[in-house]
């Protein structure tokens, strides 16, 4: 497997990540994705090992932290051999506090998921979009604030502009903090947009790149033709024609 460094960090992760946006299952979105329990999950776990892919990712609002759950199982008793990267911002529970990148939400979030990954550490948190209501200083202090108590190792983001993510950089240089050394963004053969703005962006202040669906979405996956009905079982079925998946040109939607 080959390893590249994260970023302007010191750490190295494997070229390839494995998502778990397929375990659990818990509510009707990401049944659509899949429903791997942990027997699954522990089975994809030794089979990525054993390849040499050793980074999994997750994040707090798959099926509503079930998918951690089942991720802290599989790894039990392998934490040393695995990297885990997860993700907080997006809506957690009711309550008004329960969302966004705010000192309140983000420590609540960031101790919950340690509990459910069943881990002391998190190698790579990020924050899963931007909350435009939250100063930029206070998620940016509490996230360094995360990381100097030893609870997460690196910081990132996720789905941010290039304005977001070099605002951000900004002012974690001005007040000495730390600062995002990747970037999790939608970028595939059928979802290009990443070339604008962000790829140079990231290349000129040294942030990694975590792509998410870089199948587009199962569209480049080999099971599907123009011009064909969808495989029986597909999360396209439910979320084809939705905002629920990386916007697509037209001549790429197929229903």
């Known amino acids: ?28 979105f990401f049944r659509a994705f899949g429903i791997t329990e942990v027997e699954e999950a522990t089975k994809m776990v030794d089979i990525s090992l054993e390849a ?21 199982k599989a ?7 695995v990297i885990i990267s997860t993700k907080a911002t997006f ?8 969302v966004g990148s705010s000192r309140h939400h ?4 960031c101790e919950g998921s340690l509990r459910r990954l069943g881990t002391d550490y998190i190698d790579l948190y990020q924050l ?3 909350d435009a209501l939250t100063p930029v200083e206070e998620t940016l202090s509490v996230l360094d604030d995360i990381v100097r108590s030893g609870k997460v190792r690196y910081i990132g983001c ?16 001005k007040h000495g ?20 703005e962000l790829m140079p962006l990231a290349l000129d202040q040294k942030v990694g790149t975590v792509v998410w669906s870089p199948l587009g979405w199962g569209r480049l996956t080999g099971n599907l033709r123009r011009g064909q009905p969808l495989p029986e079982i597909s999360r396209l079925h439910s979320q084809a024609i939705v905002d629920a998946g990386p916007p697509l040109a037209d001549e790429y939607v197929m229903v």
């Open 1 to 28: 497997m080959e390893f590249r460094q994260l970023g302007s960090s010191g750490f190295k992760v494997p070229a390839l990540c494995l998502g778990t946006g397929t375990f659990g299952g818990k509510t009707e």
């Open 177 to 196: 903090l730390s600062h995002y050394v990747a970037h999790q963004a939608y970028y595939s053969l059928i979802g290009r947009h990443y070339e604008w």
């Open 128 to 130: 899963h979009g931007f």
């Open 52 to 72: 040499g892919l050793s980074m999994f990712d997750s994040a707090d609002v798959y099926s509503n932290g079930a998918a951690e759950e089942v991720l802290g």
């Open 75 to 81: 790894i039990k008793g392998r934490r040393d051999q």
């Open 91 to 98: 809506r957690s529970g009711p309550g008004e506090n329960d």
């Open 106 to 109: 983000l420590i609540r979030a």
């Open 158 to 173: 996720s789905n941010f502009s290039g304005w977001h993510l070099m605002k951000s950089l900004a002012v974690s240089e």
